[in-house]
């Protein structure tokens, strides 16, 4: 960290003031400033993401980023409908692809949390009511946005609260973290630092994002 600004902010090679974990790594940078906390309404995004937070437990977020198209491939482009139908055969191919984590459990899981995540979109409509209806209140939130603060929630209540109800219907590696680390990402919070370049810009989006609702 850059010892001329407070800690949880790093000035990159561009001047601009990041977020600390991204490290002053250019693909983590990028990643910082054009994907994370920006609000998804997708479900294959949504989906995509709370999978490959699973395959990260354990490991760094960076390796699944960087191994993340690699996943993609493998599947299906994280289509629901596609990797719901994914045979024994399917599952093999993925354990012996040396491009992605080569967990089995973690590769079962995906293919359970696909059809799991089928029977949410017939009851919510989409992922994206499902998790956007659990969205924190300001009343959950931290009044500071610092990093003494962020490095202290691994979880919240909301994370707390949707794993507990994920894994009561039938998904797996799911945790609270688990689940932390996805609200983070998909913009359903926003923990960019107090100070990073990129945390107004997101806040603007977030003021003006239309949340989806269950139809």
């Known amino acids: 960290m850059d010892e001329t600004l407070p800690a949880g902010l790093m000035r990159g090679a561009d001047g601009r003031i990041r977020c600390w974990w991204q490290q002053g790594l250019d693909d983590y940078a990028r990643y910082?400033?054009?994907?994370?906390?920006?609000?998804?309404?997708?479900?294959?995004?949504?989906?995509?993401?709370?999978?490959?937070?699973?395959f990260q437990s354990g490991l760094s977020w960076l390796t699944i980023l960087?191994?993340?198209?690699?996943?993609?491939?493998?599947?299906?482009?994280?289509?629901?409908?596609?990797?719901?139908?994914?045979?024994?055969?399917?599952?093999?191919?993925?354990?012996?692809?040396?491009?992605?984590?080569?967990?089995?459990?973690?590769?079962?899981?995906?293919?359970?949390n696909a059809r799991r995540a089928q029977e949410l979109r017939a009851e919510f409509g989409t992922l994206a009511a499902y998790f956007w209806a659990h969205e924190p209140g300001p009343?959950?939130?931290?009044?500071?946005?610092?990093?003494?603060?962020?490095s202290r929630m691994a979880t919240s209540p909301a994370s707390l609260a949707i794993s507990k109800d994920l894994k009561?219907?039938?998904?797996?590696?799911?945790?609270?973290?688990?689940?932390?680390?996805?609200?983070?990402?998909?913009?359903l919070v926003n923990d960019h630092v107090e100070?990073?370049?990129?945390?107004?810009?997101?806040?603007?989006?977030?003021a003006s994002f239309v949340r989806p609702a269950r139809p």
């Open 168 to 187: 009561k219907r039938g998904w797996t590696f799911v945790g609270p973290t688990t689940v932390y680390a996805f609200l983070q990402a998909m913009g």
């Open 195 to 206: 100070g990073c370049s990129v945390r107004q810009e997101v806040e603007a989006i977030r």
């Open 66 to 112: 960087r191994k993340r198209e690699n996943f993609r491939a493998a599947f299906a482009g994280f289509d629901i409908d596609r990797v719901a139908a994914f045979t024994e055969a399917d599952i093999e191919r993925c354990v012996a692809d040396a491009g992605i984590v080569r967990h089995r459990g973690k590769i079962v899981s995906t293919v359970n």
């Open 32 to 54: 910082h400033d054009a994907e994370w906390g920006r609000p998804v309404t997708d479900d294959t995004r949504l989906f995509e993401k709370i999978c490959l937070e699973g």
């Open 139 to 150: 009343a959950d939130r931290p009044l500071v946005c610092d990093h003494a603060t962020l």
